[in-house]
């Protein structure tokens, strides 16, 4: 069976090889105009030239730090809120509907408004970033402790413990993975927001780098924004799933 | 087995739910040492019953008395095993086994030394550190009763722990309590729907009536101890099984015209 | 009714103290324009007909760009469900890249298509197609097994197979992509107008805020949310509908 996984894998690895390949030829053999498309080994690069003068991680320390910032805020407050839904139901149910509905809607519209707000710079692009990840985990952290199986608490009602206890060992244990996907599902919107308004806005990190290459005909400079914003991500979801799975296959 | 005064004693405890009455005047005793099994229709407020004595429903009316003392909410020599599947996921089988104890601030040592002790009367060797989902249900049933066995209650209460086992499993499953039983002199207040079971297992069977849930009738059950499984195959089993049918077949025909409807 | 009230409270004291802020002119003056104020200038984008030129284009930006994200998203779904060693080699990367910002991909968008409203399309195309594609997958590769079988046993042909198994077992779950489909899909046209247009519910708003005409602003992007939300409903109601149609066309 591991030789089929690995077959998958290989397929996968020779397709996506392939594509480069290919897009590396036609560039090559002049089939396609260079304003528009370049080679991965151009955009490699001119990669390798912003690693070693320090820009490329740069920007990637900064997209992260804001990331990191608006994640460390949304769950300040996540955390907390789905906790106080949890703890007054009524208020749960009501809030839970609109923070649902808040999250249905387009809230990335909101940019320019937060744009006015927070003025150019970081702070607009954390405050949007903080936005879109404390509604997922104030409403994982709510429904995951909402639905806990009754009967969890009743063994801890039944050993007669304390309600203090029966939160510690048994309420929370018994919510983590949901409370868990709920951060993992915050992060994932907090780099998706972060990456688009910095790109749209041109101010930040690794979202510019492609907006730039665009306004001043850079194409490697554009392909490798694209690229680094899409490998950005792919690689954070990557670990988070990792990390996911390692939490719960312990 | 009736000897001196009752472990836990059930004097005219009724329950009423908004619109209807659950469980009306029941009363029966149970001694030290002694398997008793309440058996009854689905939806008769076995479950409802067990939970009053254990002071998680509140009662509506009568007493429920340990040791002759009568209790509000419960007590702390009173152990229950509940019928959905209850050990936590997110403990191995030893961690759930610990749980009690470490509420209670044992010491990492005492806690473990007794959980160990519980692996080895269960025949949970070897399962020790699986998380539960890579348990049988039977296994899972197992953790359970050591959960609630490590902390040594005077009386254990069992909501059907062996419901969503099959057939065959129960039967082992039984045999075991019975040994386990037979080792620590565990009272047991055990409740079931299975007719075979309640024989198999018990020193009397209290049959509770179709809704609203009463005592109908408790029926001795004087088969030899200790037991095995292999007491299925005898005569005077057959017959006892036929005695508690007969009373319990206008029941359930009662509470299948209720479900009916 | 309780839950309702507490929300209509939680709105209006919300608006309360927005708008006492806006009045006092103590904090944020000159940037958070009063709730009069911008349902006035709502008003005015609304009855004056101003807005709807723009909300034509972003809706014909985002529709063309659904059908085409529709069509490619279902086709490949299918294909992805039904085959499972194309599944299992391309869905992980699917599913990864469905997750990353696709807005980031816009300037290809721009560079061949120029900054009218194909590169919306384009862009409501790509971003649209990820959730239909990846329900479509699990739809048709989730088609109950037995189902088939039965299907198979009393000798239905391919055809009656695809248009009684497939079609209403998959009927509901693709429809559900496809309304969250819609909803990126006009998010991802709106957004690229934010960015480069002359047209478009993104441009009024882009361009109220580039001359400072902060309560338009605040007005295009209160209508863009009703009207999302309106797109929204109405998905929901046509959702509703596909589910009884979806059990008829079994029959
Ligand atoms: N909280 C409650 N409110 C209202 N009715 C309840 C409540 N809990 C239980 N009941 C009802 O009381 C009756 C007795 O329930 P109970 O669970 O005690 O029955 P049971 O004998 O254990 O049934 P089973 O054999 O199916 O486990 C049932 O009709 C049940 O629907
Ligand atoms: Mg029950």
Same mark, same amino acid.
């Given at each position: 069976?591991a030789?089929?996984?690995?077959?998958?894998?290989?397929?996968?690895?020779?397709?996506?090889?392939?594509?480069?390949?290919?897009?590396?030829?036609?560039?090559?053999?002049?089939?396609?105009?260079?304003?528009?498309?370049?080679?991965?080994?151009?955009?490699?690069?001119t990669?390798?030239?912003?690693?070693?003068?320090?820009?490329?991680?740069?920007?990637?320390?900064?997209?992260?730090?804001?990331?990191?910032?608006?994640?460390?805020?949304?769950?300040?407050?996540?955390?907390?809120?789905?906790?106080?839904?949890?703890?007054f139901?009524?208020?749960?149910?009501?809030?839970?509907?609109?923070?649902?509905?808040?999250?249905?809607?387009?809230?990335?519209?909101?940019?320019?408004?937060?744009?006015?707000i927070?003025?150019?710079?970081?702070?607009?692009?954390?405050a949007?970033?903080?936005?879109?990840?404390?509604i997922?985990?104030?409403?994982?952290?709510?429904?995951?402790?909402?639905d806990?199986?009754?009967?969890?608490?009743?063994?801890?009602?039944?050993?007669?413990?304390?309600e203090?206890?029966?939160?510690?060992?048994?309420?929370?244990?018994?919510?983590?993975?949901?409370?868990?996907?709920?951060?993992?599902?915050?992060?994932?919107?907090?780099?998706?927001?972060?990456?688009?308004?910095?790109?749209?806005?041109?101010?930040?990190?690794?979202g510019?780098?492609?907006?730039?290459?665009?306004?001043?005909?850079?194409?490697?400079?554009?392909y490798?924004?694209?690229?680094?914003?899409?490998?950005?991500?792919?690689?954070?979801?990557?670990?988070?799933?990792?990390?996911?799975?390692?939490?719960?296959?312990? | 087995?009736?000897?001196?005064?009752?472990?836990?004693?059930?004097?005219?405890?009724?329950?009423?739910?908004?619109?209807?009455?659950?469980?009306?005047?029941?009363?029966?005793?149970?001694?030290?040492?002694?398997?008793?099994?309440?058996?009854?229709?689905?939806?008769?407020?076995?479950?409802?019953?067990?939970?009053?004595i254990?002071?998680?429903?509140?009662?509506?009316?009568?007493?429920v008395?340990?040791?002759?003392?009568?209790?509000?909410?419960?007590?702390?020599s009173?152990?229950?095993?509940?019928?959905?599947?209850?050990?936590?996921?997110?403990?191995?089988?030893?961690?759930?086994?610990?749980?009690?104890?470490?509420?209670?601030?044992?010491?990492?040592?005492?806690?473990?030394?007794?959980?160990?002790?519980?692996?080895?009367?269960?025949?949970?060797?070897?399962?020790?550190?699986?998380?539960?989902?890579?348990?049988?249900?039977?296994?899972?049933?197992?953790?359970?009763?050591?959960?609630?066995?490590?902390?040594?209650?005077?009386?254990?209460?069992?909501?059907?722990?062996?419901?969503a086992?099959?057939?065959?499993?129960?039967?082992?499953?039984?045999?075991e309590?019975?040994?386990?039983?037979?080792e620590?002199?565990?009272?047991?207040?055990?409740?079931?729907?299975?007719?075979?079971?309640?024989?198999?297992?018990?020193?009397?069977?209290?049959?509770?009536?179709?809704?609203?849930?009463?005592?109908?009738?408790?029926?001795?059950?004087?088969?030899?101890?200790?037991?095995?499984?292999?007491?299925?195959?005898?005569?005077?089993?057959?017959?006892?099984?036929?005695?508690?049918?007969?009373?319990?077949?206008?029941?359930?025909?009662?509470?299948?015209?209720?479900?009916?409807? | 009714?309780?839950?309702?009230?507490?929300?209509?409270?939680?709105?209006l004291?919300?608006?309360?103290?927005w708008?006492?802020?806006?009045?006092?002119?103590?904090?944020?003056?000159?940037?958070?324009?009063?709730?009069?104020?911008?349902?006035?200038?709502?008003?005015?984008? &609304?009855? #004056? !007909?101003?807005?709807?030129?723009?909300?034509?284009? %972003?809706?014909h930006e =985002?529709? /063309?760009?659904?059908? $085409?994200?529709?069509?490619?998203?279902?086709?490949?779904?299918?294909?992805?469900?039904?085959?499972?060693?194309?599944?299992?080699?391309?869905?992980?990367?699917?599913?990864?890249?469905?997750?990353?910002?696709?807005?980031?991909?816009?300037?290809?968008?721009?560079?061949?298509?120029?900054?009218?409203?194909?590169?919306?399309?384009?862009?409501? &195309?790509? #971003? !649209?197609?990820?959730?239909?594609?990846?329900?479509? %997958?699990?739809a048709? =590769?989730? /088609?109950?097994r037995v $189902?088939?079988?039965?299907?198979?046993?009393?000798?239905?042909?391919?055809?009656?197979i695809?248009?009684?198994?497939?079609?209403?077992?998959?009927?509901?779950?693709?429809a559900?992509?496809?309304?969250?489909?819609?909803?990126?899909?006009?998010?991802?046209?709106?957004?690229?107008?934010?960015?480069?247009?002359?047209?478009?519910?993104?441009?009024?708003?882009?361009?109220?805020?580039?001359?400072?005409?902060?309560?338009?602003?605040?007005?295009?992007i209160?209508?863009?949310?009703?009207?999302?939300?309106a797109?929204?409903?109405?998905?929901?109601?046509?959702?509703?509908?596909?589910?009884?149609?979806?059990?008829?066309?079994?029959?």
């Amino acid at each position: 069976m591991a030789s089929r996984r690995g077959r998958e894998t290989a397929a996968r690895w020779i397709f996506i090889a392939a594509l480069l390949a290919a897009l590396e030829g036609v560039v090559r053999l002049d089939w396609v105009d260079r304003i528009f498309v370049t080679a991965p080994s151009l955009v490699a690069a001119t990669a390798w030239e912003k690693i070693l003068s320090g820009e490329l991680p740069a920007l990637f320390v900064t997209t992260l730090f804001s990331v990191g910032a608006a994640f460390l805020l949304a769950m300040v407050v996540g955390l907390p809120a789905g906790y106080a839904l949890w703890r007054f139901p009524l208020f749960g149910r009501a809030y839970d509907e609109l923070l649902s509905a808040l999250f249905a809607s387009p809230w990335i519209l909101l940019y320019p408004i937060f744009l006015v707000i927070f003025g150019r710079g970081l702070g607009a692009i954390i405050a949007m970033g903080f936005l879109s990840g404390m509604i997922p985990i104030a409403l994982n952290t709510h429904h995951g402790l909402r639905d806990v199986n009754p009967i969890y608490l009743k063994v801890g009602t039944g050993m007669r413990l304390k309600e203090r206890q029966i939160v510690r060992h048994i309420l929370f244990p018994a919510a983590a993975p949901m409370i868990l996907s709920g951060l993992k599902l915050g992060v994932t919107y907090i780099l998706i927001s972060v990456i688009a308004v910095e790109f749209l806005v041109e101010i930040g990190g690794i979202g510019t780098l492609a907006s730039k290459g665009y306004f001043w005909f850079n194409t490697e400079e554009l392909y490798l924004g694209m690229a680094g914003a899409i490998v950005l991500s792919m690689i954070f979801i990557h670990l988070l799933g990792r990390a996911e799975s390692r939490l719960f296959t312990s | 087995m009736k000897n001196g005064a009752p472990i836990l004693e059930v004097r005219n405890l009724s329950k009423e739910y908004s619109d209807f009455t659950a469980i009306d005047n029941v009363g029966f005793e149970v001694y030290r040492h002694e398997f008793v099994s309440i058996i009854g229709p689905s939806g008769c407020g076995k479950s409802t019953l067990l939970e009053m004595i254990a002071g998680l429903v509140p009662k509506s009316s009568g007493e429920v008395l340990i040791k002759g003392v009568a209790v509000k909410d419960g007590h702390a020599s009173i152990g229950i095993i509940f019928q959905q599947e209850s050990i936590f996921p997110w403990r191995t089988a030893l961690e759930n086994m610990e749980f009690g104890l470490q509420m209670q601030g044992a010491s990492k040592d005492e806690r473990r030394k007794k959980a160990l002790e519980m692996i080895e009367l269960m025949g949970l060797g070897g399962f020790e550190n699986r998380y539960p989902d890579q348990l049988s249900g039977g296994m899972k049933q197992r953790v359970a009763i050591a959960r609630a066995l490590v902390m040594e209650p005077e009386i254990l209460l069992m909501d059907e722990p062996f419901g969503a086992l099959d057939e065959q499993t129960r039967i082992i499953l039984g045999e075991e309590l019975l040994r386990i039983r037979q080792e620590i002199g565990q009272t047991i207040l055990f409740v079931t729907h299975n007719i075979n079971e309640a024989v198999q297992l018990s020193d009397r069977v209290v049959i509770m009536s179709a809704r609203p849930g009463k005592v109908k009738a408790v029926i001795d059950i004087d088969l030899e101890r200790p037991r095995t499984s292999a007491v299925i195959s005898t005569e005077k089993f057959g017959r006892l099984v036929g005695e508690v049918w007969l009373q319990l077949r206008e029941e359930a025909l009662k509470s299948f015209r209720q479900t009916a409807r | 009714m309780k839950p309702l009230l507490i929300q209509t409270v939680t709105v209006l004291v919300f608006a309360a103290v927005w708008e006492t802020v806006a009045e006092s002119g103590l904090l944020f003056a000159g940037i958070l324009p009063g709730i009069g104020e911008i349902l006035r200038a709502a008003w005015v984008l &609304a009855s #004056s !007909g101003a807005i709807f030129p723009h909300l034509l284009v %972003t809706v014909h930006e =985002a529709s /063309v760009g659904f059908v $085409f994200a529709a069509l490619f998203g279902i086709a490949l779904g299918v294909l992805l469900g039904t085959q499972p060693f194309l599944r299992r080699v391309f869905e992980p990367p699917l599913l990864y890249f469905a997750a990353t910002p696709k807005i980031i991909l816009y300037p290809i968008f721009l560079m061949l298509l120029g900054a009218k409203l194909e590169s919306k399309m384009a862009m409501a &195309a790509v #971003s !649209g197609f990820f959730p239909i594609v990846v329900n479509t %997958t699990i739809a048709s =590769a989730g /088609v109950n097994r037995v $189902f088939l079988k039965v299907a198979r046993s009393v000798g239905a042909s391919r055809l009656q197979i695809f248009t009684r198994v497939y079609f209403p077992s998959m009927l509901l779950p693709v429809a559900g992509g496809a309304r969250l489909g819609i909803g990126v899909s006009l998010v991802a046209a709106i957004l690229g107008e934010l960015k480069v247009s002359n047209a478009g519910l993104g441009f009024i708003i882009m361009q109220s805020f580039n001359h400072f005409r902060i309560p338009e602003m605040y007005a295009g992007i209160l209508l863009t949310f009703l009207f999302a939300a309106a797109v929204n409903v109405a998905m929901t109601l046509l959702l509703m509908r596909c589910r009884s149609f979806a059990h008829e066309s079994a029959r």
